[in-house]
């Protein structure tokens, strides 16, 4: 079945950056792009931009741009996000999910990024 | 605050029927058909409940619908069952720079 896995959970210091993982499998994973949206502890979800996996683009969202970086590795199916510079207001969950049959349809499981000093 | 305006909480009995609000502009909500309904558990991802304002993803119980007038969106959840208990966020495409945007979320109790 079409499945998005994420990688483990981060504890970051400020200024420090974070790479997460999401891993494809189930379907040809340059079909369909690769969103990332975040949450905040007990806040809503908040959409971080989108990485096409067929031609390496991305497009981010106003608010994130210079500051994330979205990629991919067709040969591993794995999709990226580098978010730099970080802040406590940063510490959420991130999630990535792609749009199959419906918007955002399928999601992987998040990963909890933490930032302390 | 988000993008999208919806109610924090709403409640309902077992059986009786609850509607979501949520209300945008008319540079989202108001201008595309691409507004979505999603469920959430605690610490659990989203679910997808309803796309493209009206359609049901497969599997998702036909007690879900969805409807728009105008800037706002509505989630209908008919014969309220104890696994409706949750939080549902809405979203919809935007022709602002963000593409797409979120609603804060409305909390679901029954009672």
């Known amino acids: 079945q079409v499945q998005l896995v994420q990688s483990g959970a981060e504890v970051k210091k400020p200024g420090a950056s974070v790479k997460v993982s999401c891993k494809a499998s189930?379907?040809?994973?340059?079909?369909?792009?690769i969103h990332w949206v975040r949450q905040a502890p007990g806040q809503g979800l908040e959409w971080m931009g989108w990485?096409?996996?067929?031609?390496?683009?991305?497009k981010y969202a106003q608010k994130f741009q210079g500051w994330v970086t979205m990629t991919r590795d067709t040969s591993i199916s794995t999709a990226y996000m580098e978010l730099s510079r970080l802040r406590s207001d940063d510490t959420a969950v991130y999630y990535c999910?792609?749009?199959?049959?419906?918007?955002?349809?399928?999601w992987g499981q998040g990963t909890m990024v933490s930032v302390s000093s | 605050q988000s993008a999208l305006t919806q109610p924090a909480s709403v409640s309902g009995s077992p059986g009786q029927s609850i509607t979501i609000s949520c209300t945008g502009t008319?540079?989202?909500?108001?201008?595309?058909?691409?507004v979505s309904w999603y469920q959430q558990y605690p610490g659990k991802a989203p679910k997808l409940m309803i796309y493209?304002?009206?359609n049901r993803p497969s599997g998702v119980s036909n007690r879900f619908s969805g409807s728009k007038s105008g800037n706002t969106a509505s989630l209908t959840i008919s014969g309220l069952q104890a696994e409706d208990e949750a939080d549902y966020y809405c979203?919809?495409?935007?022709?602002?720079?963000?593409?797409?945007?979120f609603g804060g979320g409305t909390k679901l109790t029954l009672l």
């Open positions: 999910a792609i749009a199959v049959a419906g918007t955002f349809d399928v």
């Open positions: 189930g379907y040809t994973f340059t079909d369909y792009y």
């Open positions: 990485s096409n996996p067929n031609s390496g683009g991305s």
């Open positions: 008319s540079s989202d909500v108001g201008g595309y058909n691409s």
């Open positions: 493209d304002v009206n």
């Open positions: 979203s919809s495409y935007t022709s602002s720079s963000t593409l797409w945007v």
